[in-house]
T-cell receptor, first 113, second 116 residues
Framework: KAGVTQTPRYLIKTRGQQVTLSCSPI?????VSWYQQTPGQGLQFLFE???????NKGNFPGRFSGRQFSNSRSEMNVSTLELGDSALYLC????????????FGPGTRLTVL | GENVEQHPSTLSVQEGDSAVIKCTYS??????FPWYKQELGKGPQLIID?????GEKKDQRIAVTLNKTAKHFSLHITETQPEDSAVYFC???????????????FGKGTKLSVKP
């Protein structure tokens, strides 16, 4: 099976802009979680989507949002970018209602100038 | 909410030695504890995981132990090799949805260096 894919891999934006990142889970997986990784804060949970519904959310401002499509692909959006949003954004997919193993993609490196 | 602390932050060993990384968690409801390895430029890769109904799990050179009473779990790597050099993360989660856990709480990571 193909792994989790994320596009784009690298992105440079300026403050105030918005950005959309995409994640395609492993075939058959219905859960997609998003994480932010920074040197200072480490890996932090953003939100999780399952069957097109957000079922869990971390402690991030409303500028961070996401959605999931019927084919389980997910997008996350960050509006009004701030310098502190520069990070590696990782998505992870998980399959089935009774499994709990998350498989991560390679991440999207976002730089905000 | 859950908090996971990981020690040490850096660890340097000689090839062939053992390496041990320890984590503690705060939420007694946590019941799933995975360990991930992250190499430069890549996403975290699951190397082993353990559930709260098991005290120890082993997979070749890697083992994880869990002490629910003390709320801590550890990763043990034996016969380390240079290719084991990476950043290792522990994580904890609770089963919220029929056994699934979509939100992992991570430790800050341990940078392991294995010297040839």
């Amino acid at each position: 099976k193909a792994g989790v894919t994320q596009t784009p891999r690298y992105l440079i934006k300026t403050r105030g802009q918005q950005v959309t990142l995409s994640c395609s889970p492993i075939s058959g997986h219905r859960s997609v979680s998003w994480y932010q990784q920074t040197p200072g804060q480490g890996l932090q949970f953003l939100f999780e989507y399952f069957s097109e519904t957000q079922r869990n959310k971390g402690n991030f401002p409303g500028r961070f949002s996401g959605r999931q499509f019927s084919n389980s692909r997910s997008e996350m959006n960050v509006s009004t970018l701030e310098l502190g949003d520069s990070a590696l954004y990782l998505c992870a997919s998980m399959g089935g209602p009774s499994t709990d193993t998350q498989y991560f993609g390679p991440g999207t490196r976002l730089t905000v100038l | 909410g859950e908090n996971v602390e990981q020690h040490p932050s850096t660890l340097s060993v000689q090839e062939g030695d053992s390496a041990v990384i320890k984590c503690t968690y705060s939420d007694s409801a946590s019941n799933y504890f995975p360990w991930y390895k992250q190499e430069l430029g890549k996403g975290p890769q699951l190397i082993i995981d353990i559930r709260s109904n098991v005290g120890e799990k082993k997979d070749q050179r890697i083992a994880v132990t869990l002490n629910k009473t003390a709320k801590h779990f550890s990763l043990h790597i034996t016969e380390t090799q240079p290719e084991d050099s990476a950043v290792y993360f522990c994580a904890a989660s609770t089963g919220n949805y029929g056994g699934s856990q979509g939100n992992l709480i991570f430790g800050k990571g341990t940078k392991l260096s294995v010297k040839p």
